[in-house]
């Protein structure tokens, strides 16, 4: 059974003949006549009693009536909920992050142009987060990308510093710049190895034979703030995650490789599909809309 044939079957009971319901259906006679010929001997059945004056239903084809319109009325809804997909005035977005700051204001800008999506937002270091975009839990995600990726699109959302969070008595909060040399031995508390900012602070100490003394793990950059608070070492963080916690201060650390690209990402081949193209449009600014909007196509 295909769909042409439920048309066909749903024309020809609707109109009371093969004729009226070729016009109905914009297709020949013939052509509807095949479609329920074929339905009959694929069952074995008879569906219609021809006549010179129509085509009238038999006890099957009455009982069968209300569940084809059933079906296609369905399959209208299925393709209006798909045409409203496409207009972006409904849908779903996930989002994977491995920081909030960069993602909210990019929620925020989704919203405001189509409010019909329901977005959701998944935080985790970024190791998870790149994680859930290629297992096709998230639809796009915002990281912080240090090595190449060429299964994935990306667009620059801005740059960020690693900087150095300690506490406001510490010996080192009296400068405003702190050289990574000068934390050779000295406790610091990091996140996790998935953690962007960790590996990032790992990769530019090594680079320059600075070897800290770890003391704690932490998970989160929030427990990692409030270690640092209580003492247990200095925390490397990006600078728009420092927060603004009254017991610390952030400091400039000096030393190569200490920056990164926060980046909008997408999985290659569902860059330029409905929603996640409609983010990378906003992501990429006003000009950019604009021209995406002009486009021919």
């Not at 009693?49 to 085509?55: F, K």
């Not at 009455?62 to 009325?73: D, K």
Request: aromatic share 4%; net charge neutral; proline share 5%.
């Amino acid at each position: 059974m295909n769909l042409a044939a439920l048309r066909a079957l749903d024309a020809v009971l609707a109109t009371g003949g093969f004729a009226r319901a070729a016009e109905r259906l914009n297709l020949s006679q013939p052509a509807v006549s095949a479609q329920i010929l074929g339905l009959e001997r694929l069952y074995d059945v008879s569906l219609f009693r021809r006549g010179p004056e129509g085509a009238a239903p038999t006890q099957l084809g009455e009982a069968l009536a209300p569940h084809v319109r059933r079906v296609l009325g369905l399959l209208r809804d299925l393709e209006h909920l798909l045409r409203q997909a496409r207009n972006l005035e409904q849908g779903q977005l996930t989002l994977a992050a491995d920081s909030p700051f960069a993602a909210m204001p990019l929620l925020r800008r989704l919203q405001d142009a189509h409010s019909g999506i329901a977005a959701s937002l998944v935080t985790g270091n970024t190791a998870t987060t790149l994680k859930a975009l290629r297992d096709g839990t998230a639809d796009a995600a915002v990281a912080t990308l240090l090595e190449p990726a060429p299964d994935l699109a990306r667009l620059c959302l801005g740059t960020d510093r690693v900087v150095l969070l300690l506490p406001r008595d510490h010996e080192l909060a009296g400068s405003a710049e702190v050289d990574l040399q000068a934390l050779d031995s000295v406790a610091m508390v990091a996140r996790e190895e998935g953690s962007a900012t960790f590996r990032l602070f790992a990769a530019a100490c090594a680079a320059r034979d600075v070897r800290p003394r770890l003391t704690l793990r932490l998970g989160s950059r929030e427990a990692l703030r409030e270690a640092v608070a209580n003492g247990f070492g200095l925390g490397a963080v990006f600078e728009q995650e420092a927060g603004n916690d009254p017991r610390l201060v952030r400091r400039t650390l000096l030393g190569p490789g200490l920056q990164a690209d926060t980046c909008l990402l997408a999985l290659a081949e569902r860059a330029q599909l409905g929603v996640v193209r409609a983010l990378f449009t906003l992501a990429a600014g006003p000009a950019h809309a604009e021209a995406a909007r002009n486009r021919p196509g």
